[in-house]
């Protein structure tokens, strides 16, 4: 098991070493420039000459080998860079705002699973029932409508009926637990709602192959109630695919949240990421970018070391 952790989290190497090199030079052919982000904006403009200054300042005017050669090796060290559109580091910006996204992130992925493992279970005991039918069709919905239409009609729909509206200032978990979940609680319910749909026809689909298998026919013939059938022995078998649809659903769940949080006005990766790339600032969207691409990779690794735990037939060498 140790050798298998060591090698994957090896390979996880040149995986980001090809990523951050894409990305780099991705960025340097998009139009725009990061001196005119910096210095102009709707109240003020700069002259040639201030642009031109600054570019010089920042390394812009370098050739590209030599910025790309400077930015590996601060990467290689550990560094970052620094944001010239916050003035800080990286790092530190990354660290204030990816709480935030995570945080919604994780209750999207709870708020699913609550809702698609139950509801999953229910369709697949009830196949061609009008309960049935009904979850396929809330289900194909889910899948069907994009996040950001969902978040914009919800939206309306609080204003409209309730004068609801999002807070203008975010309020952290550890300051006041309550209100920071009134503020989450919407939008991690708009972002998981098109993977709570596909997780719960997965969940449909591995529960009506899982119980038209023989030991669930004999666990049945041995006078054991429906729920000790279910969640005994149907339900850990059914739920290996459905851990790996999850898993992945996760990374959607991050980049869902990207224009969740611009509608609902949270100053996360989201709202970040969206800022970073309109002022040409590359640094920090290098810096979230490797750091969203390293913790999907290690939540990936979570994910398969857990298959052991659900199936001890798994084993990894």
């Not at 309109?278 to 398969?304: K, P």
Request: hydrophobic share 55%; charged share 15%.
């Amino acid at each position: 098991m140790q050798a298998y952790i060591v090698r994957r989290i090896l390979l996880m190497v040149p995986t980001i070493f090809l990523l951050g090199t894409a990305l780099f030079f991705l960025l340097r052919v998009l139009p725009g420039d990061l001196a005119v982000g910096i210095l102009t904006s709707e109240e003020s403009s700069a002259t040639p000459e201030q642009i031109e200054e600054l570019r010089e300042f920042l390394g812009l005017n370098d050739h590209i080998a030599v910025q790309y050669i400077r930015w590996l090796g601060n990467v290689l060290t550990g560094d970052l860079g620094r944001s010239p559109l916050f003035d800080t580091t990286v790092t530190s910006i990354l660290w204030s705002k990816l709480g935030i996204t995570l945080e919604l992130a994780i209750i999207a992925v709870l708020l699913s699973l609550l809702w698609a493992l139950p509801l999953g279970i229910i369709s697949a005991l009830t196949r061609g029932s009008w309960i049935d039918q009904t979850i396929r069709i809330v289900t194909a919905a889910g899948i069907s409508l994009p996040n950001f239409w969902v978040a914009l009609m919800i939206l309306l729909a609080l204003v409209a009926f309730f004068n609801w509206s999002p807070p203008v200032q975010y309020v952290r978990f550890l300051d006041n637990p309550i209100e920071n979940l009134k503020i989450l609680l919407i939008p991690a319910a708009v972002v998981g709602f098109r993977s709570a749909a596909t997780i719960t026809r997965m969940t449909r689909s591995m529960m009506l192959e899982v119980i038209s298998q023989d030991y669930v026919r004999t666990a049945r013939a041995k006078g054991l109630s429906s729920w000790t059938v279910v969640v005994r022995h149907a339900l850990p078998n059914a739920s290996l695919p459905v851990l790996t649809l999850a898993a992945l659903l996760f990374a959607a769940l991050i980049d869902g949240a990207v224009v969740i949080e611009v509608i609902f006005n949270l100053p996360g990766l989201g709202q970040l990421i969206r800022e970073s790339i309109t002022r040409r600032d590359y640094e920090l969207v290098q810096g979230i970018v490797l750091i969203i691409a390293i913790f999907m990779m290690l939540w990936i690794l979570v994910t398969d070391l857990a298959y052991a735990w659900l199936d001890p037939r798994i084993r990894y060498s």
